[in-house]
């Protein structure tokens, strides 16, 4: 029972689909970059090698995750502005 115009309606769930596919695209590719990490890792260990700063920190995960999403914000902030204009 929603109050909603169906046109504001049906833009409004097509925007939230839009924003879901999104977040499970970056969540795939999340999870592709951590098993190549993981990888890699591996295959450094077996090697008996190391490099310098080749393993990121939680930390340091978290601050590039952090600006990511933060670019991700920003684009849904201009999308919603975008297309509550038009509404």
Do not use: C, M, W
Request: neutral net charge; glycine residues 4%; without cysteine.
């Amino acid at each position: 029972d929603s109050k909603l115009p169906s046109s504001v309606r049906n833009t409004l769930l097509e925007l939230f689909g839009q924003i879901e596919r999104e977040f499970e695209n970056l969540y795939i590719e999340n999870l592709e970059l951590r098993r190549e990490i993981d990888t890699l890792n591996e295959r450094l260990a077996a090697e008996g090698q190391t490099i310098d700063g080749a393993e990121l920190s939680k930390g340091q995960l978290k601050t590039k995750a952090s600006h990511s999403t933060s670019q991700l914000s920003q684009k849904l902030k201009t999308t919603y502005k975008a297309s509550t204009s038009k509404v």
